[in-house]
């Protein structure tokens, strides 16, 4: 709505970029607690594998913002959903270590991460995946890293 920098697509990024290694910060700390209180090591293990991977995840998607090259876009979805499966691994381990209303919130998470992953691979990747064929097959050029950047931060 307004032609300023801070709707440049490098600000909504780098917002963005915050908000989702926070959220998977939580993430982090949910399994390391949950995990702790119970003994549960595939818990432990999954909570620190997760910050990790997100932060490669950004990595892919600061490129594709840079470049224009969708690939990045793929594979950092695809860490995402590798992410959020080992999360659902995690949780499904954790289900037997509590009963009543713990429980169905553990479940009700576990069916939300299925739901999230049926997305991400039937939607969300391949439509990336789609995107950067049509570019390829354009003859569509990327852009240089600092070109990109130049870029984004002046729409």
Known sequence: MFDTWLSSVVVGRSVATVAEVCFAAQWVMILHQLGTMTGADTALTVAW????????????????????????????????????????????????????????????????????????MTVDVPMYLRRWRAKVSDGGKLLRPLDGLRDASTR
């Open 49 to 120: 594998v997760m910050l990790p991977l997100i932060l490669i995840a950004e990595c892919f998607s600061w490129y594709a913002v840079l470049t224009t090259n969708y690939w990045g876009n793929a594979i950092e979805n695809s860490i995402w959903a590798v992410a959020f499966f080992l999360i659902g691994i995690g949780l499904c381990r954790l289900l037997p270590e509590f009963d009543g209303a713990a429980r169905v919130v553990l479940a009700t998470a576990v069916v939300g991460i299925a739901s999230y992953l049926a997305f991400l």
